[in-house]
């Protein structure tokens, strides 16, 4: 880390493809396809770090206006292991997988409100995540372990355009209610152990995988498809505060596994 100075605008060298303001010194890399850049590199680490200052907070807020040019993506693992305190990236649409895998020092992260992808793991592991933007959050797929072991992340979360949910999405996390209107689909222990999660409400969702919601002591409402056809093994174990199950009853109903309630 080096001494933070004030602010300076942010320059681009296309050469080296570096980035600074004075403080910070960035790797970025061109998006595939064209159309602007990422955080991150090409090699095996990734890193989009070279320089880091003290504070360690990294706004991005002004790069367009300085450079001309606009930071869209996060490469893999872009800041996974690193200190870094919080980013805020604006025109960041597209997360790879395990970009802040294990950055267990961040707090806080600012993506643009059309953020549409994000990768297995990106937040894995960020114990001290407490605010993230966008809450409604339109990617398309909710990855598996994409927010383990975010236990300070205390959010609801609506994702209008998730047709999935991964395994151990939310496991160990959180994260207090998830509207999900489109997910049909579920990995298994996505919820697993999550003690803060309130609700779900997954209308069109028709089946639970193994072990989703074990462990969800503060789940009291849970909504899915009224044609549920199955209900997997220890689904709901140890739930012992569900008050709320919609459908009380399903005629679809073909499979219950051992301890799924």
Not at 218 to 231: D, R
């Amino acid at each position: 880390c080096v001494a933070s100075s004030a602010l300076a605008a942010w320059t681009y060298d296309a050469q080296t493809k570096q980035a600074s303001d004075g403080n910070w010194i960035l790797q970025l890399h061109p998006m595939p396809k064209g159309g602007g850049l990422q955080l991150g590199n090409s090699n095996n680490s990734g890193s989009a770090i070279v320089q880091m200052p003290e504070d360690r907070n990294l706004d991005l807020s002004t790069f367009h206006a300085d450079t001309g040019y606009k930071i869209y993506g996060v490469y893999q693992s872009g800041f996974r292991g690193t200190h870094s305190a919080s980013l805020i990236a604006p025109d960041v649409t597209n997360i790879n997988s395990q970009a802040f895998y294990d950055c267990t020092n961040l707090t806080r992260l600012v993506f643009s409100d059309n953020l549409s992808g994000a990768g297995n793991s990106a937040f894995y592991n960020c114990p001290r995540l407490v605010e993230f933007s966008p809450a409604v959050c339109p990617i398309s797929t909710i990855s598996a372990y994409i927010f383990q072991y975010c236990s300070k992340l205390k959010m609801e979360f609506n994702f209008p355009k998730a047709t999935s949910i991964g395994s151990s999405a939310f496991q160990n996390s959180g994260i207090t209610g998830v509207t999900a209107e489109n997910v049909v689909s579920m990995g298994s222990q996505a919820f697993r152990n999550n003690e803060a999660v309130k609700y779900v409400y997954l209308p069109k969702c028709k089946a639970t995988s193994d072990k989703n919601f074990w462990g969800c002591y503060g789940l009291t409402n849970a909504v899915f498809s009224s044609e549920m056809t199955s209900l997997s093994a220890n689904a709901f174990y140890k739930c012992s505060a569900l008050k709320s199950f919609t459908p009380f009853l399903s005629d679809k109903l073909t499979s219950t596994g051992g301890g799924s309630a």
